[in-house]
């Protein structure tokens, strides 16, 4: 039970908002994707621990997190230990959870530790439960075809595969989803967004799901961009079997991005089984399946 924490990744962010742990306890948390994800911690009652200007991707400010005072740090995907050179010189006890591609076990033991650590072990279990409800409903409904997970950034669409070192690999592997094979070796190969495809491409593999994380929504991206469900709306991907059957699934972006914890994976599971429902462009799920 430490009263003074810094947390330094927002997928467990997101967790530990789930749990119910009092914003005063969360000491510091690191800038990136927490304000928009778990704002209580990120506001008046916690201090953002900032990016080193010009330093490479995952350095932070150690100064800032040592006049924090915290009693414990909890290190993590994003901003694991082993990138933040001098964190162990804090002389702060230190744990290192989670990492970017989820699989079921990870969540499971990711939640457990952490409901451990705040005194939150029924609320984990709870979580757990939820999750796991979920994934047997997304399951069966997944059953039925096959489908490609694609990421909407700059007014185009990545896909993601199904491999062990894909980011979204567990709507496959988890979800129970079969990846599309007409696109399978076209996405294997690319960088940590997936591989680019053109809405010809995604048409002449026809998938009977399509699911859709909107990148530039999740960051609120300076300027006009190009939201996913407008890139999506056209007369190619429209005749897909995925958009006749009504299975292009929209995450929410926010979560879908910068979450991607068991938080986020329950509410995919359950906009997947229980079928999309919009309220102001965000996909929410419908009252009888909560």
């Known amino acids: 039970s430490p009263k003074r924490v810094v947390v330094l990744d927002s997928t467990l962010l997101e967790a530990i908002g789930a749990l119910g742990v009092?914003?005063?306890?969360?000491?510091?948390?690191?800038?990136?994707?927490?304000?928009?994800?778990?704002?209580?911690?990120a506001g008046e009652?916690?201090?953002?621990v900032k990016d080193v200007a010009g330093a490479e991707w995952g350095t932070?400010?150690?100064?800032?997190?040592?006049?924090?005072?915290?009693?414990?740090?909890?290190?993590?995907?994003r901003f694991g230990a082993a990138q933040l050179t001098g964190i162990t010189d804090l002389k702060v006890p230190l744990i290192e959870l989670t990492n970017g591609n989820h699989t079921e076990q990870s969540l499971r033991e990711t939640t457990t530790t952490l409901g451990q650590i705040f005194d939150k072990k029924d609320a984990a279990a709870s979580l757990i439960t939820a999750f796991e409800e979920s994934v047997q409903k997304a399951k069966g409904a997944l059953a039925q075809g096959n489908?490609?997970?694609v990421l909407s950034s700059g007014g185009s669409l990545f896909g993601s595969g199904a491999g062990k070192d894909s980011r979204h690999r567990i709507y496959y592997d988890t979800f129970?989803?079969?990846?599309?094979?007409?696109l399978e070796q076209a996405v294997a190969q690319g960088e940590q967004h997936g591989a680019e495809l053109?809405?010809?491409?995604?048409?002449a593999a026809n998938p009977d799901w399509i699911i859709v994380i909107d990148r530039d929504a999740s960051y609120g991206v300076d300027g006009e961009f190009t939201p996913a469900r407008q890139v999506l709306n056209n007369e190619l991907i429209n005749q897909t079997s995925a958009a006749q059957k009504g299975q292009i699934v929209y995450i929410d972006p926010v979560e879908g991005y910068l979450g991607e914890g068991i938080v986020t994976y329950t509410h995919a599971a359950q906009l997947i089984a229980a079928g999309l429902v919009s309220v102001d462009g965000r996909p929410v799920v419908k009252a009888a399946t909560r």
């Not at 510091?28 to 911690?41: A, D, I, N, T």
């Open 22 to 41: 009092e914003p005063g306890v969360i000491a510091g948390v690191v800038k990136e994707g927490s304000q928009k994800l778990v704002p209580q911690y």
């Open 45 to 48: 009652n916690s201090t953002a």
């Open 60 to 77: 932070v400010d150690l100064e800032a997190i040592d006049a924090l005072k915290p009693d414990l740090i909890i290190t993590g995907w």
């Open 147 to 149: 489908g490609i997970v």
């Open 176 to 182: 129970g989803m079969t990846i599309n094979p007409t």
């Open 198 to 203: 053109t809405s010809e491409a995604i048409l």
